[in-house]
């Protein structure tokens, strides 16, 4: 069935020409897209989530035909679940705006998250609102690359060294075999490295628009054959050193995806107004965190990483089993020099795409546009987004945790005990 395609319209905000890094401070404090209106004496009535699909709407052009319930076509499931019955359905909030600097230009954009957890989008939201006040997030894309690690077995170490010098000479040839099995994707690095008897060789792929695992893997098949046979291994493994959705220590270096860095600085009188909070309480508490992750030796060290990114790529049809990988990184906070509160965050695992996989079907096709993140050419703006979502997120339970806030919070918006309406 043809998709209906999205109304012709004037450009987005989103849309608007990138400023330089220097310039950014002189940009509006507050976003251009209207503050997501709420109802506080039902704000899941009818009339309430009616008043913003339409603001949202009237705001971005994009209509949620799907996400306000119409049925998702059965066939748009097939080769992405098995013994189909239907389709789940998580609750969906907006949160923001968020204001981003990206590679691809400024973006202000409402933020799809699908979620149970009571309090996680108004947490977002007034993160946002801290970004917003800071001119926006600067978000970048910094590093591309999906790895792939056969292991292959020889009868001793100076076979495996014979064969390593042999896998590092064919580098070209393994780039044209995979060239010839997918116009997205290119072998671009080859390493090799030999503990005892055993050859560890890490192929790094780009996958354009997609994450790309299933690419990389026929791909990962072929070279590994022509090793095994040109080398002579006894055996071997496809994913030898397997890191495939799970959190590892070497992505926090090396990085798997697309490798994200988003900062912003966030002035006083912001910070104390919208979070009750100073700079130097959250750095001292960021202080302490640390200690406690240190004896965790957690590849982990945001606050709420995974929260937000969980919300967004379930929202937007991505593969959440990727959520260990993607929700390692690094939180960092700072006093700047005139008082404000530095803030970054490092996510060097983000395993995401916008072509592929889910990303285009049913619900997912709506909040990618809503994002202005549809389809090709909207990997790298859908990660640096990410990237800024993450940083809110942290930005505003780190602030909870600074003033005690955290539970009253949830026991006001959370399953505890939520608000309820007045009859």
């Avoid at 691809?104 to 939201?125: C, D, K, Q």
């Avoid at 590092?168 to 116009?183: C, D, H, I, P, Q």
């Avoid at 285009?360 to 990237?387: H, M």
């Amino acid at each position: 069935m043809a998709r209906k395609q999205p109304k012709k319209r004037a450009a987005l905000p989103h849309a608007a020409r990138s400023p330089s890094l220097a310039s950014l401070s002189s940009l509006p404090r507050m976003p251009i897209l209207p503050r997501l209106p709420r109802d506080a004496h039902d704000d899941h009535s009818t009339a309430a989530v009616l008043a913003r699909r339409e603001l949202v709407r009237a705001a971005t052009g994009v209509e949620f035909e799907l996400v306000a319930g119409a049925p998702a076509p059965l066939e748009s499931a097939r080769g992405k679940c098995e013994s189909l019955i239907g389709f789940a359905q998580v609750p969906l909030g907006l949160a923001g705006p968020l204001a981003v600097d990206t590679t691809a230009g400024r973006r202000e954009v409402y933020v799809p998250m699908a979620t149970n957890e009571g309090a996680l989008v108004a947490s977002h939201s007034r993160g946002m609102r801290l970004l917003a006040a800071a001119g926006g997030a600067r978000s970048r894309v910094v590093r591309e690359g999906l790895t792939q690690v056969p292991i292959f077995v020889y009868a001793n170490a100076e076979r495996a060294l014979a064969a390593r010098a042999r896998v590092l000479r064919a580098e070209k040839s393994f780039t044209k075999l995979v060239a010839g099995t997918t116009r997205h994707g290119k072998l671009v690095r080859v390493l090799a490295d030999v503990v005892g008897r055993r050859l560890v060789v890490e192929l790094t792929f780009t996958t354009g628009d997609a994450i790309g695992i299933n690419m990389a893997a026929r791909a990962t098949e072929l070279v590994a054959a022509r090793i095994a046979k040109s080398t002579r291994a006894l055996e071997h493994a496809l994913h030898g050193q397997d890191v495939e959705k799970r959190a590892n220590a070497r992505a926090t270096y090396e990085g798997r995806g697309r490798s994200v860095v988003c900062d912003a600085t966030i002035p006083r009188a912001a910070l104390a107004a919208l979070a009750r909070t100073t700079p130097e309480d959250l750095r001292a508490l960021w202080h302490t965190y640390q200690v406690g992750f240190a004896r965790l030796g957690t590849q982990n060290q945001c606050v709420q990483s995974a929260n937000g990114l969980a919300a967004v790529l379930l929202a937007c049809g991505q593969d959440v089993a990727y959520l260990p990988e993607c929700a390692t990184g690094f939180l960092d906070l700072d006093v700047a020099a005139d008082g404000a509160l530095y803030a970054s965050v490092t996510l060097p695992s983000l395993l995401v795409g916008t072509v592929g996989g889910g990303s285009q079907k049913g619900t997912a096709v709506e909040c990618l546009r809503l994002l202005g993140c549809e389809g090709a050419g909207g990997a790298n703006t859908f990660a640096e987004l990410l990237g800024a979502v993450v940083l809110a997120g942290d930005l505003s339970l780190m602030a909870a945790f600074a003033t005690h806030e955290f539970v009253a919070a949830h026991e006001k918006l959370g399953r505890n005990r939520p608000v309820r309406p007045v009859r």
